[in-house]
T-cell receptor, first 113, second 113 residues
Framework: GAGVSQSPSNKVTEKGKDVELRCDPI?????LYWYRQSLGQGLEFLIYFQGNSAPDKSGLPSDRFSAERTGGSVSTLTIQRTQQEDSAVYLC???????????FGDGTRLSIL | AQSVTQLGSHVSVSEGALVLLRCNYSSSVPPYLFWYVQYPNQGLQLLLKYTSAATLVKGINGFEAEFKKSETSFHLTKPSAHMSDAAEYFC???????????FGSGTRLSIRP
């Protein structure tokens, strides 16, 4: 389909390991967002990419979290030295331009043992 | 700064009854406002958005919301609930020039047969 695609859909890993989560936005969308949704919580903004501008990293909870967006398309969210509190659903969204409605992927459910 | 408050983490209504999900916002500038719905194990879908045009906004699946500046509210309503409406609903606010949307903590809607 033409929606936002995230992989993997589920990831289980041991505490201390590094993980990479991938997001393929809708083709042509210039804006890309990462959010974290913890059990019973709302969405927590993590990072935002807009075209070739420097990303807004103001929501990243620690320096263990990083993200990149290659070629203005695919994005990877990396969590180093995972902790149990990192367990959550990580959602990616894209929009045609900033302040346009966001289209969400189905998320990656991350479980840290 | 912008913020959004959703009153009631869980709302239960009977099938066929009125649905009312409450959202109040805080914004220093005229905001954009959104309602998103999340079905189990899926990402978020846009229900409707307000971007300073008509104050009564109609969305998908029979939902609508009214922007009331005097009350700083953007409550979501549907005249007659259907079983398929059971989901998590998120209100969100964004200034037109902002790089990110601020989401509320969500309201889980349950429908009783």
């Amino acid at each position: 389909g033409a929606g936002v695609s995230q992989s993997p859909s589920n990831k289980v890993t041991e505490k201390g390991k590094d993980v990479e989560l991938r997001c393929d936005p809708i083709s042509g969308h210039t804006a890309l967002y990462w959010y974290r949704q913890s059990l019973g919580q709302g969405l927590e903004f993590l990072i935002y990419f807009q075209g070739n501008s420097a990303p807004d990293k103001s929501g990243l909870p620690s320096d263990r979290f990083s993200a990149e967006r290659t070629g203005g398309s695919v994005s990877t969210l990396t969590i180093q030295r995972t902790q149990q509190e990192d367990s959550a659903v990580y959602l990616c969204a894209s929009s045609l331009f900033q302040d346009q409605p966001q289209h969400f992927g189905d998320g990656t459910r991350l479980s840290i043992l | 700064a912008q913020s959004v408050t959703q009153l009631g983490s869980h709302v239960s209504v009977s099938e066929g009854a009125l649905v009312l999900l409450r959202c109040n916002y805080s914004s220093s500038v005229p905001p954009y406002l959104f309602w998103y719905v999340q079905y189990p194990n899926q990402g978020l879908q846009l229900l409707l958005k307000y971007t300073s045009a008509a104050t009564l906004v109609k969305g998908i699946n029979g939902f609508e919301a009214e922007f009331k500046k005097s009350e700083t509210s953007f409550h979501l309503t549907k005249p007659s609930a259907h079983m398929s409406d059971a989901a998590e609903y998120f209100c969100a606010v964004s200034p037109p020039s902002a790089s990110k949307i601020i989401f509320g903590s969500g309201t889980r809607l349950s429908i009783r047969p």
